[in-house]
Every structure is written in C-alpha cells, then in structure tokens.
C-alpha cells in the first residue's frame, strides 16, 4: 500500500527574520532577494532596506542558515545569524556600531573636506593656492578621504560590477575615482596633457572627489538614525512588560522572570504595576489603565472574572490574577509583532537617483568609451592618445554626480531644520517626501482629536439649589478619589472656587460609584444601579442621562440624604485646535477619518462635531495598522496620527505616521513626524513642508541633470567641429561649483517657508 504524497504546502513552514548587513540601496535589497530565493527549499525571500531584515519562509528542514548565509555572502552581503527573541528585541550592537563609524567617517571627511573646498573653489583668489605646494595640498587633503571614509563606496560598487549591476555606489565610485585619478596625474605628470605644452597648467578635481563622498556619507549617517527610531519604537513596548512577577504558591509569594509564567499560575498585581502576563482576574478589584490596548483615557474597573492583559497599568487596588497567556500570545506580544510587521512590510521610498543610475551610469560609461575611441581613431599618435584619455576622462569628471548627491540632502537637511523651528520633527527625506502626497489622513481620537483626559461637560440640578451647589456637594464626595472621573469632578469644583466639604466615611466600589457623609447627610454618587441599592430613584433624570451618553459623555447621578439631587457629566473634549486643522486640510484636498479603540457612540459624538463622517470604532491596535492596510491598498497615501501605545502598529504601517509629542514615547518612536507643539495643529504644517521640500528636491534634480546633459556633450567634444569648444578645466570647476551652488541656494530658500 502506497503512502499519500505530500503536496510541497502540506509541509510545515519555517520563518526567519534575519539581520542582514552591508546593504546601502534598492539594487543591494534586489540582489540579496535573488540570492535567497535561489537557495534550495527557500519559498519566498523578502528583504527590507529600512529594517535591514530579511524574511525568509522555507519547508521545514529544507535548509539551513549555513545555506542561506553562503548565498548571501556570495552575493556580497553578511548573513547574520538569529539570537533567542529577548537578546533580539534588545540588541542594537550592529546599528549602534554602524552609526559610530559613520559619524566618524562624516567627522574626519568634513574636517578635510571644508578647507579642500576652500582652497580649490577660490580660483585664484590667493595667488599661492594655484602653486605647486597649493596643488599638493589638495592632494593631502583629498587621498585620506577618498581612500578611508570613501573605500566603501568602492568596495560596492566593485561588489555590484560582480553581479552585472549598477547602483548609485557604482555613480559614486566612477566619478570620485575618475575625478582623483585625473587629478592625480594632472598633479604628478602634467606634460601628459596636450594643453600643458601651451603653458597651461592641468585644472585639478580633488574637491569634487571628497565633496561627494562627504554627503553621501551624511546622508547615509541619517539614514541610519532612522532606523535605530524604527528599533527604539520595539525596544519601548518590550519594557511595558514588567521583567519580575510575584508568583503565588498558596500563601508563599515569590518574585520570579516574568519569561517563566506558565498558564495556570497566579500571580499579584499591586497598584502602580503592570501586568507581566494577560490572564483572569480571581480575587480583588481595581481600575486598570488599558490606553496601551484600547485608546481610551478613562480606566477600566476589574472584579472577579475580568480579562486582564499584560503591560496594562494597574491603578488602584491589588488583584490576583491567574495567567492565562505568556509569550507571543499576549496582548503585548501581538502588537510588539504588528509594529514589526508593519515596518518590514513599508517599502522605503527610492531616490531618484538609485532608480536613474541603471540607466545613468551605463549610458556615461558608453558615452565616455565612444569618445576615446572617436579622438584615438582621429589621430592615433601619442599626441592624439592623449588627448582621447582627456576627453575620456572629462566625460566622467563632468557626470560627477556632485550637485546631484547634494540635491536631497540639502533640501531635506534645510527643510526638516525649518520643520525643528517650526515644532515639527521630521525623520529623514523619505519621510518629507511621502508626507507631500498624502491625500487621506487616519486619526486616533482619544489624545489627539480630543485632550486626552476627561473634564466636566455638564450639571443639572433637581432641587432647586442650582448648579453651583450641586458640583460642590459632588466635588465633596469624590474628593477623597483617585478615580479619573472623580478628578475632574473634583478640578471643575476647584476652578469655580467652590467650597469642597470634609467628607467622612469614604466607601468606593469599583464600577458603580462612591458614598461619604458630607456634615449630617449621606452623598452617594455613581450610576443609576448605585442609586438604586441605596434607595434611591433616578428615573427623573434616567432621559436627561441617555441624552447625555448619546453625545459621548459618561453622566453619573447624585443623591442626598437619600433623595435625587441632580447629575453630572464629564467626557473627552475635542483638543482647541482639532476643528482649525481638520478645516485645513479639507482646504488642501485631503479626506480624513477617525480610527479608535473607543465606544462607537463616543467616537460618533466627537466625529459629528468635528465633521469626519468616516468612523472605526472599537478596534484593537493590530486592527488599526490592518484598517490603514487596507487604506493603502486602495490607493490612499495614508497619514496616520495618534499618541498612544496602541497607535504604534498603525504609525509605523502608514505612508506617514505622525505622533503627537506628547504622547506615548513609543509611539512617538514609531511615527516618522512628531508633532513638538500645537497637537494635531502642527500636521498641517508637516504637509505643506513637505509639499514645499519635495518641490525643492525636484528643482534640485533638475538642475543638476541639466549641468551634465550641456556638460557632457561639450567634454566630449561633440561641439568641437563646429564652435571649437572643449571643456575647458577652469570652466569645468565654475560650472560644477556653480552646479552645487545653485542647489544650495534654492535648498535654503525653504528657511523662508512659514504657513
């Protein structure tokens, strides 16, 4: 009898997610892709420049790292090999490690680079700069940078030649490389050049060789800083959850990891811990901050039976809690996964001149070959070589990519400063340019639209006493709670300067209300089902209260003496600047909805009254980075803007996502724009900066293309039959310099922009 065949999806999958290293551009993520995905038993291989991590999905035993790492190696890239979860979520020795060598790159190329520039770039300006001794200090100043902070881009760029590729390494490497090699025979042997026997000394291009690879090296100095943001928004959720527990055995608590909860043990909670597992509630009550999960400012009360999850904040009272989840299957655990997911899945926006030079570099190097071969064939003396290597190499000098390497960074250094001064807080180009094509903004109510905490709405009075009076002897009783409802109850009292009574006898009951004696009466305040236990009837106000609720408030009524007094309301106001901002960006052409974790009616309210007709209520946070999913799918360029734990998974998601400063410290390190001051009234700001530096980077672009698309021509001496002309080196230095000074200049134009 024959076994059933399995089909190659009947086989269990094994995934790994995998740092990998050495990748600097969208050719380097294609080539490791193609290496993986060649691997023997590999299924699907992805690869994220952001993250630096590739996703790799095989049949279970069908491959091993050892496998994986030599294909990556021999594609040109460093395979490194997974650690236990908790050394991964708090490692950053790569990153970190990265980031201090390339600021000692930028470090010692700036110092050698600026005083370079200023002695090339004076043209004759000091007499002694154009001497022999002038020209050898060029070459000083200029070798230590080409050959120490620049030798990466040359190890790349040879890297990609390997592989038949071109990137922007490879830009990098033939026109610094071009520029040092001229300049340096130029330098060393000048009779080489035919213009040499008529007097004229050979025109150097050190300062071009460095300049370039100084802000290249700057940029990717930025590049790496916003990675270690995507690291740190990890890093915070991971240290909600407590590392000890006090694990119960009978009567015996004992402290232990947090990491060695097992389903069934009971642990204990007390007031200001989270909780280090999700689980049951089996003895206690208490208020437990669940804003990390929900949205939701206001606590919620647990009792006997209550879910409880980890990382939640317990407030009040002690509970004891049987542990019903541990590891990845915690509440925790799940968004710390979403955010993950959400940054792999974010494709990094390519530059421009990643995706030209393909194109570009090729095209140069055929152009530059036809040249020489076009001189040489016109005259095949020694003379006529000459001259052919001159105008190979003038090509190559002339599609130096200085002004082009500096038309981003320029622009997105100038732009995200102005951003600084204006209370915007922008993490790189990419962010800036996906921030000037949004069309459709996602935002988290509670904290954003709204301030975040609740405050008295309402007081309506039955006897007769009038309002004052009735907040006083409410004020009173719940003066002496730490409840978020009670507080504001307590701080309105306080701004009208009302008279806040002793109150004895306190009792509290965790999700129904509390009582006092206030002078010889019993004050009891809470929900109509306290009331009633206490003897008292609410329904004179039962219609009032439902209108209330309605409107997204949480009303609670207040008796005296057994009698109905009144009742009053509290609720989370929208924030002063939310209908301003919302009006803005209707203005700009851009929709919006609101997403939140909150209670559909209160999400309604607060959407009706700030005009967003597109609602998502009472979803989890992996809901929210699956509804922006969604969004993204349908074309949207989604802006998502929030200030809460839960709001991570869905920042990071998003084209942009845009926190609140003072919000969560995680989901600020998840979002790309932090908005400093002003709350959601700076996200206008943020796009129209954006709108303004990208606009800048393409007038940027432009320009540097059209000094090759003249120069070019010219250094080939296409021009020559006809005019005479050929490059001249003096011109060729003017031209370039000008080149990067026109970026310059129309980059700091941006310091000018203001709403």
């Not at 010692?108 to 200023?118: E, I, S």
């Not at 990491?259 to 009971?266: I, R, S």
């Not at 807080?425 to 639209?449: I, M, P, Q």
Request: charged share 20%.
């Amino acid at each position: 009898m024959q076994s059933p065949s399995l089909n190659a999806s009947d086989v269990p999958e094994t995934r790994l997610d995998l740092p990998v290293e050495g990748m600097t551009c969208a050719a380097c993520v294609r080539r490791v892709e193609k290496a993986l995905n060649d691997v023997g038993g590999v299924r699907s291989a992805q690869v994220n420049l952001a993250t630096r991590r590739a996703t790799v999905t095989f049949g279970e035993g069908a491959t091993t790292f050892d496998a994986l790492a030599a294909a990556v190696a021999k594609a040109g890239y460093e395979l490194v090999r997974p650690a236990p979860v908790e050394e991964t979520k708090e490692a950053s020795e790569p990153e970190e490690r990265e980031q201090r060598e390339l600021r000692r790159s930028v470090t010692f190329a700036a110092v050698l680079t600026v005083p370079l520039l200023v002695v090339a770039m004076s043209h004759g300006l000091w007499p002694w700069t154009t001497t022999l001794p002038g020209r050898w200090l060029q070459f000083l100043l200029a070798t230590p940078v080409v050959f120490g902070p620049g030798r990466r881009f040359f190890r790349l760029a040879w890297i990609a030649l390997a592989h038949r590729a071109a990137d922007m390494n490879t830009l990098i490497a033939i026109g610094t490389g071009a520029a040092w090699i001229y300049s340096t025979v130029a330098l060393v042997a000048p009779g080489v050049f035919p213009h040499a026997s008529h007097g004229l000394v050979p025109h150097l291009y050190f300062e071009a060789a460095a300049a370039i690879l100084t802000f290249v090296l700057l940029g990717k100095l930025l590049e790496t800083r916003a990675r270690k943001h995507l690291a740190d928004a990890v890093k915070g959720l991971v240290a909600l959850a407590p590392k000890t527990a006090h694990r119960l055995r009978g009567d015996i608590e004992e402290d232990v990891p947090s990491a060695t909860l097992l389903p069934g043990d009971t642990i204990l909670v007390r007031p200001g811990e989270r909780l280090p597992a999700d689980g049951e509630v089996v003895r206690g009550r208490s208020a437990v901050d669940e804003s990390m999960l929900t949205g939701e400012s206001l606590p919620v009360d647990k009792t006997e039976g209550s879910p409880a999850f980890g990382g939640t904040l317990n407030q009040s009272g002690a509970l004891t809690v049987r542990v019903t989840k541990t590891g990845k299957e915690g509440a925790l655990a799940r968004i710390i996964e979403a955010v993950e997911q959400a940054q792999g899945s974010k494709a990094p926006i390519a530059r421009l001149a990643d995706r030209v030079s393909a194109v570009f570099v090729p095209v140069v190097l055929a152009i530059a070959a036809v040249t020489f071969a076009v001189w040489l064939a016109l005259d095949p003396t020694s003379q006529g070589v000459a001259t052919a290597i001159e105008r190979f190499v003038a090509v190559l000098v002339i599609a130096c990519p200085c002004a082009l390497g500096l038309a981003t960074p320029a622009a997105v250094a100038v732009g995200t400063g102005r951003g600084a001064e204006l209370g915007v807080l922008v993490k790189g180009g990419a962010s800036l340019e996906a921030a000037s094509r949004v069309n459709l903004v996602l935002f988290d109510k509670t904290g954003t639209l709204t301030t975040g905490k609740p405050t008295l709405t309402d007081v309506v009075s039955v006897t007769g006493e009038g309002s004052d009076e009735l907040l006083a002897l409410a004020a009173s009783a719940e003066s002496s709670s730490e409840h978020p409802l009670a507080r504001a109850v307590v701080t309105a009292a306080r701004e009208k300067t009302l008279a806040i009574a002793p109150s004895y006898d306190f009792r509290s009951v965790v999700g129904a209300g509390v009582e006092a004696t206030i002078g010889d009466a019993r004050v009891r305040v809470g929900t109509a089902a306290w009331l009633r236990d206490g003897g008292v009837d609410p329904e004179p106000l039962a219609r009032e209260a439902e209108n209330l609720a309605r409107q997204g408030r949480t009303p609670f009524f207040v008796a005296r003496a057994d009698r109905l007094a009144g009742l009053v309301a509290v609720a989370d106001r929208p924030a002063a600047e939310a209908a301003p901002a919302l009006a803005d960006l209707r203005a700009m052409g851009i929709d919006t909805a609101m997403i939140t974790g909150d209670r559909r009616s209160t999400a309604e309210a607060i959407a009706s009254e700030l005009g967003i007709a597109t609602v998502f209520a009472e979803v989890r946070p992996e809901d929210k980075a699956r509804i922006v999913s969604e969004q993204r799918a349908k074309g949207h360029v989604v802006a998502m803007v929030g200030d809460g734990i839960n709001d991570a998974p869905a920042l990071a998601g998003a084209h942009v996502g845009v926190a609140i400063g003072s919000g969560a410290d995680v989901a600020v390190a998840a979002a790309d724009v932090a908005l400093l001051r002003g709350g959601i009234g700076g996200l206008v700001t943020a796009l129209r900066l954006g709108r303004a530096t990208l606009r800048t980077i393409r007038q940027n672009l432009f320009w540097a293309f059209v000094y090759n698309v003249v120069g070019i021509p010219i250094a080939a001496g296409l021009l020559y039959p006809w005019t005479g002309w050929l490059l001249s080196p003096v011109i060729a230095s003017a031209a370039m310099s000008l080149s990067s000074v026109s970026v310059l200049t129309n980059s700091l134009r941006l310091r000018r922009f203001a709403l």
